[in-house]
């Protein structure tokens, strides 16, 4: 296979890079950096036609010696992670301009992030899953600290990085001892290598490194310490960005590894099912007694988190297309309250108490509605992408007879419905206070990316059946 040939199959990667170059070229020689803003939009627009393309001309296949797999499962997270790139750019405009830290290289780094997760999600090879995974986690990290004259942005940055790195030597230590025990790190060479012979402990010491570095990367529990004050502190659509597209992206290398490489591996199963349970609960009854909105969605994140897990304990194709479906829908929903708080924490980010919402209805009824939206779809209440999600998730457990599981799961959603409720409470049945933030005008930009997560959300709730379908078809071509 030729050269052009094998980067055809990481078209929308090239594409990315290419930009992203362009964008830190041209920064020093444009003062207006909300152009650089659009041309970072047309790369996501561009990569996104190239991903179309992909499909439309069959471009299917191993590339780079193996290394990659451009298959229905890699392409459907491409896609997402565009998506998501494209609505948090766009919602950046006037955050960035309002803090004086429009910088060109925000949005590179926020290309160069999709491309690392891009590769993660393509990649068939640990070494080359590393790679993505580094790409997109210096990216994210820098990101982070963005608000460089806010200590708590500078803080959540240093925190992130350093437990980031502790997780990520943990990961290299699994790959290095599954490569001991089997000569190889490919996935599928790693599968046919544990099923030829008798494992010793060294595969399952390896299995459980490296659900240390994959668990902390989604946020999972017992490795979610991190979360609330990284969300916190990190520039709000930072945080939305990392509750998306690098959550999304650790999940689809979780499942290949998990799923392929490591399936004949026993005892990794119980890993899943207590971690699962762990992430519900201390991500459900965190968020209850959170004040900020936005440590209360760190919460949140943790708990949604627990959620997939159970899904992915399921260990069958039906469970994958559960994942895969509630990955889309959730990005939707919660990057979309992310951009709520972003437009609506103001200069600083001095309104981002749950308290400061009161009277929202009244003051902004438009972005009051959205929000209560995307909440509602948190909750998983019907004619949402959320309510659909969750159904497919807990219909894979009780077919893999996780009954115990999905019970636990459902007194959960019961829980989170409280505190998502109780911000619709402040909006809605409490007059606005003398000290509430003034209503400020809703940016073009923020209003275009905002009706489209509220569009997804329902579509998703009400025509699930598009999205399902090619979540199945990618479960399907999964291995």
Not at 23 to 30: H, K, Q, T
Not at 321 to 335: E, I
Request: hydrophobic letters at 55%; proline letters at 4%.
């Amino acid at each position: 296979m030729s050269y052009g040939s094998q980067i055809l199959r990481l078209l929308p990667e090239a594409i990315l890079t290419v930009f992203g170059v362009a964008i830190m070229l041209a920064d020093p020689l444009v003062r207006r950096k909300r152009a650089l803003g659009y041309l970072a939009v047309g790369g996501l627009v561009t990569a996104l036609l190239g991903a179309v393309l992909m499909v439309q001309q069959g471009w299917w296949g191993p590339a780079f010696s193996d290394h990659i797999l451009n298959d229905p499962f890699a392409v459907f997270f491409r896609v997402l992670f565009l998506l998501i790139g494209l609505l948090v750019v766009c919602s950046s405009f006037d955050y960035l301009e309002t803090n004086a830290i429009h910088h060109g290289e925000y949005y590179a780094l926020v290309l160069f992030s999709i491309v690392g997760q891009g590769l993660m999600a393509a990649s068939v090879e640990l070494v080359m899953i590393f790679i993505g995974l580094e790409i997109s986690s210096i990216a994210t990290y820098i990101l982070a600290a963005f608000r460089t004259r806010d200590a708590k942005s500078s803080e959540a940055a240093l925190k992130y990085f350093l437990l980031g790195s502790f997780a990520t030597a943990f990961l290299l230590y699994g790959i290095a001892l599954i490569f001991g025990a089997t000569g190889t790190t490919h996935l599928a060479a790693i599968r046919a290598a544990l099923r030829a012979g008798p494992m010793g402990p060294m595969a399952a010491v390896a299995a459980a490194l490296m659900f240390v570095g994959f668990g902390f990367k989604v946020a999972a529990a017992p490795f979610q310490v991190w979360t609330p004050d990284v969300y916190e502190g990190s520039p709000s659509p930072v945080a939305g960005f990392m509750s998306a597209g690098p959550k999304a992206a650790a999940f689809a290398v979780f499942l290949r590894v998990y799923l392929t490489a490591l399936q004949p591996v026993e005892g990794w199963f119980w890993l899943l099912w207590v971690s699962a349970l762990l992430s519900m609960c201390i991500g459900n009854f965190g968020a209850l007694v959170q004040t900020n909105i936005k440590r209360m969605l760190a919460y949140s994140s943790i708990a949604h988190a627990g959620y997939v897990l159970v899904a992915f304990a399921a260990r069958s194709e039906l469970g994958v297309a559960a994942v895969l479906f509630y990955m889309a829908a959730y990005a939707a929903m919660n990057l979309g309250a992310f951009i709520v708080v972003t437009h609506f924490g103001g200069e600083g980010e001095r309104y981002v108490s749950i308290d400061d919402y009161t009277g929202l209805g009244h003051r902004q009824p438009a972005l009051a509605a959205v929000l209560t939206i995307f909440l509602l779809s948190l909750i998983g209440i019907p004619l949402t992408g959320g309510f659909f999600g969750k159904f497919y998730i807990f219909q894979a457990a009780l077919k893999a007879k996780l009954i115990g599981l999905t019970i636990l799961g459902v007194l959960n959603s019961a829980v989170a419905s409280y505190y998502y409720l109780r911000v619709i409470v402040v909006m809605y049945m409490r007059e606005p206070a003398p000290t509430s933030p003034p209503a400020a005008r809703v940016p073009g930009a923020i209003s275009f990316v905002l009706s489209l997560a509220a569009i997804a959300v329902l579509y998703l709730g009400i025509f699930p059946g598009d999205v399902l379908q090619f979540a199945t078809r990618s479960a399907a071509f999964f291995r």
